[in-house]
T-cell receptor, first 111, second 115 residues
Framework: GIQVEQSPPDLILQEGANSTLRCNFS?????LQWFHQNPWGQLINLFY???GTKQNGRLSATTVATERYSLLYISSSQTTDSGVYFC?????????????FGSGTRLQVQP | EAQVTQNPRYLITVTGKKLTVTCSQN?????MSWYRQDPGLGLRQIYY???????DKGDVPEGYKVSRKEKRNFPLILESPSPNQTSLYFC??????????????FGPGTRLTVT
């Protein structure tokens, strides 16, 4: 099956700092999403980004499908950004539509 | 507001006592699925449904049942829960993928503990 690797696994930032999270995947995909899992366990959709660049406030994401990677940028981080960030991909061509998740980047933003 | 809802959000139960976790979406999506999340194992798909009355197994279906009698609802049934089904469960939905790929929308999660 498809492999999804995220880096770094852990990240500690001071409030106000910027960061870049990376997601590498081993095969072509037709769906790539970034999620934030907050300390209460909820999975928050951040971006649906199979290719190209999107921005939403302090967050932006870029996927280069031909090179099989995606980046999530967090600028001016806040303590509420803490949690685990997951990249998930979907191969397509199958009705199962199962998302394969990376192991996540655990982000801690300190005041 | 477009959303996927799950109930209950938290549940503590005992081995063998049948339970149902409900999932409902208000976006008229054809596709729905269930995942469980466990430490060290990540999120794994349990069952999925392409439309009403069309369901199939995912990666870890043992010990679970599902039904899809209405488009908006996709309940997860544990006929005889066991402690190894203690987990965080997520329901997801998406439009029919005919002609392209579509975002998947996740519910808020149900934290289940089986003692």
């Amino acid at each position: 099956g498809i492999q999804v690797e995220q880096s770094p696994p852990d990240l500690i930032l001071q409030e106000g700092a910027n960061s870049t999270l990376r997601c590498n995947f081993s095969d072509s995909v037709n769906n790539l999403q970034w999620f934030h899992q907050n300390p209460w366990g909820q999975l928050i959709n951040l971006f649906y980004i199979p290719s190209g660049t999107k921005q939403n406030g302090r967050l932006s994401a870029t996927t280069v499908a031909t090179e099989r990677y995606s980046l999530l940028y967090i600028s001016s981080s806040q303590t509420t950004d803490s949690g685990v960030y997951f990249c998930a991909v979907e191969r397509g061509g199958t009705g199962r539509r199962a998302l394969t998740f990376g192991s996540g980047t655990r982000l801690q933003v300190q005041p | 507001e477009a959303q996927v809802t799950q109930n209950p959000r938290y549940l503590i139960t005992v081995t063998g006592k049948k339970l149902t976790v409900t999932c409902s979406q208000n976006m008229n999506h054809e596709y729905m699925s269930w995942y469980r999340q466990d430490p060290g194992l990540g999120l794994r798909q349990i069952y999925y449904s392409m439309n009403v009355e069309v369901t199939d197994k995912g990666d870890v279906p043992e010990g679970y049942k599902v039904s899809r009698k209405e488009k908006r609802n996709f309940p997860l049934i544990l006929e005889s829960p066991s402690p190894n089904q203690t987990s965080l469960y997520f329901c997801a939905s998406s439009p029919d993928p005919r002609g392209g790929s579509y975002e998947q929308y996740f519910g808020p999660g149900t934290r289940l503990t089986v003692t």
